[in-house]
């Protein structure tokens, strides 16, 4: 069928960035441990097979010619010393010619604020977001810090100031703390341990035999889904970027344990933008700002009451068809 000849090309354009920049974040982390992190057998073999994805992807690239062609300017304007305000001003976005992704979508952001993207699946959240770590420049339109273009900024500086979370995450053979904290050189376990409680990881983690130093990995312990979930939130939270993008890494976790991690980013996020992207309704009523994505664009924007407010609003529609159709615990998997 042609929807499946039209995806593979389609993951990897996504995944190719992406992977690039984990994959350097990874390098930077052992180079500036001396290695230590590299040290295990699992580590240097999980580091060749991602070379190895790599590779593969870039040969894909090769052959589809589909490279994305996101560049830093050649002077770029230093980053700004205090995130003010993130915007998406107009933007239009279509992998596809065809078939456009995001139309006129307007969004902003504030410092101190968390923001709930909220939408179906398909509807264009991930891509919202990729925007903003450029891994995909808009069409029409632009992304700005501040007022300032996202084009105008190096590509280092806007990922050095930017830490995401995902559903899926990838781990590594070595300590629970390597596994938080390898971005970062020398980094002290005390901010480790602030990160972890954050995420919500810290009561498991004081759990294990090993505590920090518990060994993941082939021959250590294994961790649930909503446990590694954790770690790769305090992962996101320990870099103390001043943007954060959860993107539904909340998904394996309770519905206490989501609003949990929530109440603690209220906190940690004061100074800092943060956006979320999560299904779980609980959850959202909490944000400051939910930005309602349908087809590529925000239909509705504001808070829990204030959208609740609108007689035939789609977003109370949304949460009248998920507290009465399906309870939530439902989706709690
Ligand atoms: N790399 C890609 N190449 C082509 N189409 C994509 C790619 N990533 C996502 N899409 C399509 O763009 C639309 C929005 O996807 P996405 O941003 O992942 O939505 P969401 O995160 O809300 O589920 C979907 O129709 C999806 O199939
Ligand atoms: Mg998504």
Not at 27 to 50: E, K
């Amino acid at each position: 069928n042609e929807g499946s000849s039209l995806n593979v090309p389609a993951v990897m354009v996504f995944l190719v960035p992406f992977v690039a920049w984990n994959l350097g974040a990874f390098q930077f982390g052992r180079d500036q441990t001396g290695g230590a992190i590299g040290q295990g057998y699992g580590a240097v073999r999980m580091w060749s097979q991602l070379q190895d994805l790599f590779i593969a992807l870039e040969r894909a690239f090769f052959v589809l010619d589909l490279e994305p062609e996101v560049k830093s300017p050649d002077d770029p304007e230093p980053f700004p010393v205090a995130v003010e305000q993130l915007e998406w001003r107009t933007v239009d976005f279509a992998y596809e010619p065809s078939r456009p992704v995001l139309e006129s979508l307007d969004l902003v952001a504030d410092v101190g604020t968390i923001t709930a993207i909220v939408g179906a699946t398909g509807s264009g959240k991930s891509t919202l977001m990729s925007m903003l770590l450029r891994l995909y420049d808009p069409d029409q339109g632009a992304v700005l810090i501040n007022g300032i273009d996202l084009k105008r900024l190096s590509v280092e500086d806007i990922r050095a100031n930017t830490a995401i979370a995902l559903q899926k995450n990838v781990l590594f053979t070595g300590s629970i703390a390597d596994n938080i904290g390898y971005a970062i050189p020398n980094i002290d376990r005390d901010r480790i341990v602030e990160a972890a409680k954050i995420a919500c990881a810290d009561e498991f983690i004081e759990a294990l035999d090993g505590g920090y130093d518990t060994e993941l990995g082939e021959r250590g312990v294994k961790l649930s889904t909503g446990q590694r979930q954790r770690l790769s939130i305090a992962r996101a939270v320990v870099r103390d970027t001043p943007i954060l993008i959860l993107d539904e890494p909340t998904a394996s976790l309770d519905a206490v344990n989501e609003q949990r991690v929530l109440s603690n980013l209220e906190q940690w996020g004061r100074q800092r933008v943060v956006f979320l992207i999560t299904h779980r309704l609980s959850t959202i009523r909490e944000a400051d700002t939910i930005a309602f994505l349908e087809e590529g664009r925000i239909v509705e924007l504001g808070s829990h009451d204030d959208l609740m407010g609108r007689e035939d609003g789609r977003y109370r529609r949304f949460v009248q068809a998920e507290t009465t159709g399906r309870a939530e615990v439902i989706r709690d998997d």
